[in-house]
């Protein structure tokens, strides 16, 4: 059976993970106390975007996809496709 | 005759699944973004008036779910079914929990005459009304989908509990676990956008 020749993650790193998570949620939280006016969207969406890789990564299981380097590939597509939609929308937007 | 099982394949068509998810909340991202540009300042006064602490409990709810969800997918794994099931239904609690601390939030709001097309609403700023069509609106989406996710784990477990889900064919709960840790970064992307922007 495919389903068992994969890495059984130890229950330890998903803790630590959920850690890590937990950090990044108080450190994003705080961040917002400060008043960093422009630069508060970067900082908040850089710190979420951190938070997406742990999950994706260890929760989801994509750091240990070896099968397919399809699976590896789909979110940074998509990732760049909406970066692409949002930027280009601005190039409209923010030049009216 | 035996039952035909494509596990990759399984899990390829939940990846495809929930990238037309993405792109579903993508479009809303990208309206938020463009009208919060464009009313900035007012974004920022009725981002003010949400309820930051609800928020933080809230998306400290979503991310131990996915721990719990994970946890749950590891031990069938190794061949324990019964912790399985009991992470499993910690995931459906926290769902739900999640859900009428969400409730709290829209019935305070509604309750103080802050709803789509409200009267007191519509007399505010064109910004704030934005804000608030597109508060309502992506997190209603995501609460609904946190609601089919909660029914969905629900018949997850029904099928663990019958042994149709067990350590040699579990990618229905793998596929179902993709599905909540999405639903937990769309969240995870929303609570600072709303909640969290100065």
New interface residues.
Partial sequence: ????KFH????RI??L??VG??ML?GI??S??G????RL??AV??T??GL??GL??N???HLKYER??W??KL?IPG?II??IL??GL??FD??LR | METHRD??GS??GM?LFL?SE??LF?GL??LY??YR??YSFDFHLAAGELD?ILG?LN??IL??S??T???SI??I??GDRKLSSLFLISTILFGVLFLVIKSFEWTAKIHHDIYPNSPRLLGRSPGEVLFYGLYYSMTGLHGLHVLVGVFVLSVVLVFMMKGKINT????LLENS??YW?LV??IW??L???F????
């Fill in positions: 059976m495919e389903e068992n059984i993650l130890k229950y998903y803790i993970v959920w998570l937990v949620t994003t939280v961040a917002a400060l008043n960093l006016g508060s969207v908040v969406l710190i979420a938070k997406s999950v994706l260890y929760f989801m099968r397919l399809l699976f789909m998509i496709l909406l939609f949002i929308t601005f937007v923010a | 596990y990759t899990k390829i990846w990238l993405i792109l993508g991202f990208l973004s463009t540009y464009k930051r933080t998306t400290l991310i131990t996915s721990l969800m994970a946890l590891s031990s794994q190794k040699d064919h579990f990618v676990g993709l840790h937990d970064i995870i992307f609570f600072p956008l909640y969290l922007i100065t």
